[in-house]
């Protein structure tokens, strides 16, 4: 027999016991129902860590902190064992340059501390107090308006919070884009509480509006400036002071290219400690794994159950045929031909489980807005992401599995003796 | 020329022995029209079914144009009924949920014709039986006597030579029956085709050219042979 009238000979068995069918299907429907979706939330929750992270930090950013203890021996360390950075959990110039030198560092900017008086647009406008920021890394900020190359602020230029719009007397993020705005800069005193010695004024010209977005972490209001104009300003601030020139963390720029685990690993030998955002992306990442194979896990058992339903129904169905499989038989039909009638209805059956399985999947994809509303995600997020190739495979699978589950039905169906089958008496 | 050589079939295993078939040799013509006659256990339908290979009797030779079809290999007699033979049934065993034009397609699928020639040979064999109108409608709606003519469309579809009909006419009424035994003969005179009838009923029988009696596994008595 050709595979054709097999086939065709198969879907036409299956349409005649519908209900059979259809039920022994959604038995398998149900398994893969649950795999899609727990792969769906996979994809689409790593593809929202992945937002979160290029909103949250830069992955070429390496944080270098004074090597920290790891706590293992909480015995007092000998006097003078200990480097003086280590012992005061700070970093200095000389740090800076060693760390400068590290193959694969392309810049590094230390966190500069600073502070703004109060921002105003000029004479005749209010004057209100603000955060003041450097952006060092290269992390993508989400903007209302403006644009910035490589993520980068220019000298001289300002990044405003779309909450400051109205005070500043902004019509809208597009109207602040290319005005200028002036922050005071107080030299604070030596004395606590005491008055700032000098001030000044710092005109910056507004490169970009950016506004709140679910995906970024810790969002706090303040004008953003760029890493020259940041130093100029935490010199200023700090000249002559103890503890210039001192930090708790820098910023290490890995080049472009480089491996970022293998230039943290050469820092980290430096006697340093390192965090990069790969270690929390990898982190989430592994979380995510589990999550979704664990609830993947559900659904092969549930593929499973579904097994012993197909063979169930598939020895039914060989034994309400024995006629027209003795009928086959005497005909001419070869074992085999017999054999894979019934192979084919069972793979007929995996076929359309998994299909129904994948259909209610990704309809529940129109979820996804309310998934994000109820679980507060940015706008837009689709949670449940679908893989057109991933349900191709599935939907094949369980066609495979189907088969090897009619293996036992099709062999007794071919072996059937076909005299005995056609005994009418 | 089919040539039935000491044929012997036993049941059963030890004790229970019981000889079907006992030493059994006859010859049949090509052409020829035979009754194989027998009360019921009389080994008439194992007889049938080791003459169309479904059924492997431990001593003997079935000799089918010089072939002997109990030396042949399952898979070659296999191919050789599907191209060779056919059988109609006393239960007719059309399939009630299909139509009458997929229950005919059946034999030309398992003899792997291909698609594009199937149209015409099915048609032909509905027309030959005169329900050539009832093509699409299921087999489960016809009357007992469709049903056979249903049955004989497909077993003369696929140009049979040999033709096995298991008391087609038992679960008939006489006038139904006659319309059966009248397609079958002209089927048998027109082709030439070797029609050969199981039966118990002593007038259709006398309808062949030759009449094999049966008892006990036996050869009672041939009838009509050309010697």
Request: hydrophobic share 40%; charged share 25%; with cysteine.
């Amino acid at each position: 027999m050709k595979v054709r009238d097999i086939v065709i000979r198969a879907g036409r068995s299956l349409r005649q016991a519908k209900a059979r069918t259809l039920l022994t299907s959604l038995a398998i429907s149900v398994g893969a129902f649950t795999v899609t979706l727990a792969l769906a939330a996979g994809a689409g929750g790593q593809a929202y860590t992945d937002s979160l992270i290029k909103n949250n930090g830069d992955s070429n950013n390496l944080s270098v902190f004074a090597k920290i203890d790891e706590g293992q021996n909480d015995k007092p360390k000998e006097y003078g064992s200990q480097s003086e950075s280590a012992k005061q959990g700070i970093l200095n110039d000389k740090d800076i340059e060693k760390i400068q030198k590290i193959d694969g560092v392309a810049e590094i900017t230390p966190e500069y501390n600073i502070s703004a008086a109060y921002m105003t647009r000029g004479d005749g406008y209010k004057k209100y107090d603000t955060n003041l920021s450097i952006k060092t890394d290269r992390t993508a900020i989400p903007l209302a308006a403006g644009t910035l190359k490589d993520n980068q602020i220019p000298a001289g230029s300002v990044v405003v919070p779309e909450d400051y719009l109205e005070s500043l007397g902004f019509a809208n993020a597009t109207d602040a884009v290319g005005k200028t705005i002036v922050v005071h800069i107080e030299k604070p005193s030596m004395i606590v509480g005491g008055k700032s010695t000098d001030s000044k004024d710092e005109t910056f010209t507004v490169a970009a509006v950016d506004k709140k977005s679910a995906t970024v972490l810790r969002y706090q209001a303040a004008l953003r400036i760029s890493p020259e104009d940041g130093k100029a300003i935490y010199e200023y601030q700090t000249a002559g002071r103890p503890g210039s020139n001192e930090y708790y963390t820098v910023n290490a720029r890995v080049e472009s290219g480089k491996d970022v685990k293998a230039v943290q690993e050469s820092i980290k030998a430096a006697g340093y400690s390192v965090f990069s955002l790969q270690d929390l992306q990898q982190a989430l990442f592994q979380f995510i794994n589990i999550v979704q194979w664990g609830a993947a896990g559900f659904g092969f058992l549930a593929i499973l159950a579904s097994i012993f339903g197909i063979i169930n129904t598939q020895y039914i169905s060989v034994l309400e045929r024995t006629q027209q499989i003795g009928l086959m038989k005497a005909l001419g039909a070869r074992r085999k031909d017999v054999g894979r009638l019934f192979r084919y209805e069972a793979a007929w059956v995996g076929f359309l489980g998994g299909a129904i399985g994948t259909f209610f999947a990704v309809a529940t994809s129109l979820l996804n807005p309310w998934i994000a509303k109820s679980l507060s995600l940015e706008k837009g997020t689709d949670l449940l992401q679908f893989h057109p190739l991933t349900s191709v495979i599935l939907i094949l699978g369980l066609m495979l599995v189907a088969v090897m589950a009619g293996y036992f039905p099709a062999r007794k169906a071919a072996k059937l003796d076909p005299i005995e089958a056609l005994r009418t008496e | 020329m089919i040539e039935v050589k000491h044929v012997t079939k036993t049941y059963g295993k030890k004790q229970n022995t019981f000889k079907a078939l006992d030493d059994v040799s006859f010859e049949i013509p090509k052409g020829a029209s035979v009754a194989i006659l027998g009360k019921s256990g009389s080994g008439k339908s194992t007889l049938m079914h080791a003459m169309s290979g479904l059924d492997r009797p431990e001593k003997g030779e079935i000799v089918i144009d010089g072939k002997d079809i109990l030396k042949l290999k399952t898979k070659q007699i296999d191919a050789f009924r599907s191209h060779q033979m056919s059988f109609i049934f006393q239960s007719f065993f059309v399939q009630a949920n299909e139509n009458c034009y997929d229950n005919v397609s059946l034999p030309l699928e398992i003899a792997g014709v291909p698609v594009g020639q199937r149209r015409r040979k099915i048609e032909a064999a509905l027309q030959a039986v005169e329900l050539l109108d009832k093509k699409k409608s299921r087999a489960r709606d016809l009357s007992g006597g469709q049903k056979q003519r249903l049955a004989i469309a497909r077993a003369i579809v696929n140009d049979p030579q040999i033709l096995f009909a298991d008391e087609p006419t038992g679960n008939l009424d006489s006038v139904t029956g006659n319309v059966v035994e009248k397609l079958l003969f002209a089927y048998n005179k027109n082709r030439g085709v070797t029609l050969i009838i199981v039966t118990h009923d002593p007038d259709l029988a006398k309808k062949c050219d030759m009449q094999i009696h049966i008892k006990d596994g036996k050869i009672e008595s041939i009838t009509g042979a050309k010697s």
